[in-house]
């Protein structure tokens, strides 16, 4: 069973910075990643793409987010991260990591459980 477990959600103050971690794993079987990245769903509102990125492409920035964050990964690690620098309140909302990952000659989507950000003084 895959499995993305996300951390590093939390309290910050307006201009901080967070750094956020997925790791994906799938019961000791070996497991490719061609697709991945990092949504976030403020109260109210729709889930919104704020990093994607297939395997060996450049990485799509949702707007808003362009210039504070940075998404990377760890292959080896299997392991998503997403760097947040200047943080505003409206960053405020629970973060989800994606993969789509091939198991067994299936390729499927999968989502975190979420973390929250909240930003504020």
């Known amino acids: 069973q895959v499995q993305l477990v996300e951390s590093g959600g939390g309290l910050v103050q307006p201009g901080g910075s967070l750094r956020l971690s997925c790791a994906a794993s799938?019961?000791?079987?070996?497991?490719?990643?061609?697709?991945m990245g990092w949504y976030r769903q403020a109260p109210g509102k729709q889930r919104e793409l704020v990093a994607f990125?297939?395997?060996?492409?450049?990485?799509t920035y949702g707007d808003s987010v362009k210039g504070r964050f940075t998404f990377s990964r760890d292959n080896a690690k299997k392991t998503l991260y997403l760097q947040m620098n200047s943080l505003r309140p409206e960053d405020t909302a629970v973060y989800f990591c994606?993969?789509?990952?091939?198991?067994?000659?299936?390729?499927?989507?999968?989502w975190g459980q979420g973390t929250q950000v909240t930003v504020s003084s």
């Open positions: 799938a019961s000791g079987s070996i497991f490719s990643m061609n697709a």
């Open positions: 990125t297939t395997s060996g492409d450049s990485t």
């Open positions: 994606y993969a789509r990952i091939g198991l067994s000659g299936l390729l499927r989507n999968y």
